[in-house]
């Protein structure tokens, strides 16, 4: 979630004051603080102060709308770091990530209101130089995408952000090129996609005749007059001054990150804007698509896009049409959130309230930041006491229903990015006290029954449901506030005994066989001919998936989620190696069978040998079911 911003007055930023759009333009003025949020810019400072301090955050933007007006606005840290040029919330561009969609979104509709797109029809009508192959018998839909249940897989591998413009797709050769597997039919889950959403803004280009960014800003940012966003990538010249840099501390020190590139899938996540800029949006939503004299859409539209389209249960929340709800101490906010590597965002909308809130954080700390802010300003001005739930006294008898652990159909399957969901599930097992314990939330939590297969956490207000199939069995959930993001029960194959044991078992093995080979090299010389080759595969095998698993480990910890960006050469090389040790394990088994039919050795060198070839067989097996071998890279 995000942090709050200060008051804005006259386009300067001084502690007291708030703004106003007049309904003749769409120019800032003054007005105080209302009654109801008295003390917000001390509250909102201390609060985003001490974050700041806590979580080592660079810079933040935020801006707070209520009733038509800017209540609060205000930029904390530097723009610049190395220059000194501090954040303004009316001049300096964040990069609110995900947020982007949302105005894909409304450009969605928009198209949707003029008859160009219909939610319901096969997408393939609107595509022109490729089609969605027809895994399934139905057809993806425009509804489907923006309630993220098109059923595609998810992917990124060294294509979603890049460093060097010149490396960028036009937005229909990346389509194109990076058609993901369709791994469940449209409908059945909710798992977000970032391909999806970027195709939503090729329908656009498609059908409107106007390049995507250029459509965004004839239609959405000049009507609004969001003077300081853009979808450019670069920005414009007239922009670029006022661009955040970001920054990440390496060793004790801030540097400065290079300006990211999402333009091969812009309409998911390439805006750069302003916290004032973003109420400007916001107002326009929470007035249903209107802004001063400016209507962007129409009435019946915007309560359309903001209904919800999609629920995996009636008792949690749901998808609307781009927006998805989430609950804050009982009050129902639609909105969404956004993350690049260098900023993490949040904007939520109360349409009960008329409340709206922006806010940007830069930095890594910044994801934790974002996640305190909304929750944070509810506490202070919509606080909720948290009725204590008594467990049933008969959960136990069935709380291993509901055991287990669970992945996100967020995932990869076809390529080597599966490997990349290993150990990513959130696991439920049962206490003494009959509740659920899980973990994989960030903290563990303790979850209590309160409805047929529906627990609270706790100490909070999170609710999450489970799914049954048609037997009764416990198969999926879905967790309040991440509608797009369901999750089903993991496969004995991907649990921890298998993923983690065994290969770890499996490794010790390999390292024997070269500790036992320093102990005993002068055997070598005189062992028989098939001893000697038993030896040397053994040795390979061993050797190599040793040199993997620390070749890899090392790529995945220099180069982490940049991997995104671009894919190292070492990665490559490390791919190669399961490939070979796979063939070497063929000759290895077969040097097992030898070893028994002629008596290698003493019995107890010849079981070794046996759990060796046996932890290469199981290796091999892993290398295959995680897409390593064959190096799958997109």
Known sequence: MNNLIKLYLTFAFMIGANAVFAQDSQEVQVIQTPPAYEGLADFVDGMVQGQIAAHDIPAVTISIVKDDVVIFAKGYGWQDYENRIPVKADTSMFRPGSVSKL?????VMQMVEQGKLDLDTDVNTYLKTFQIPATYAEPITLRHIMTHTTGFEEG???????LDPAKSLPLKVAMAKYIPRRINKPGAYASYSNYASALAGLMVENVSGTPFNQYIEENIFKPLGMNSSSFEEPLPEALHKNMAVGHK???????????????????????????TDMAKFMMAHLNNGRLGDVQILQADTAKL?????????????GANLGFYEALYNGHLTIGHNGSTFQFHSELRIDKA??????ASYMGDGGAIGRGEFIQNFYDQYYPLALEEITPPEDFNDRASRFAGTYTFWRKNMSTVEKAFSINSGINFEPTDENT????????ARQFVEIDKNLFRQVDGPMRVVFGEDENGNIIDLSIDGFASMELSRQPSIE???????????SLLLFLTVWVGWMYRRKEFKTMSSGERTAVKISMGVSGINLIFLILMFSVLSIYGETLATDVPTSFYLALILPNIAVLLTIGMVWCAVKCWQNGYWRLGRRIHFTFVTLAAVYMSWFFYYWNILGIQIP
């Open 103 to 107: 105005f894909t979104w409304t450009a």
């Open 156 to 162: 990124s591998l060294g294509y979603l952000i890049i």
């Open 249 to 275: 501390r390496e060793a004790g020190l801030l540097k400065p990150e290079p300006f990211e590139i999402i333009s091969s899938f812009s309409p998911a996540g390439a805006l750069s804007s302003t916290a």
């Open 305 to 317: 896009m903001h209904s919800v389209a999609y629920k995996f249960d009636d008792r949690v929340s």
């Open 353 to 358: 309230e008329n409340l709206g809130i922006f």
């Open 436 to 443: 659920l314990l899980a973990t994989g939330l960030g903290r």
């Open 495 to 505: 649990s921890s005994f298998f993923v983690n044991t065994l290969p770890g078992i």
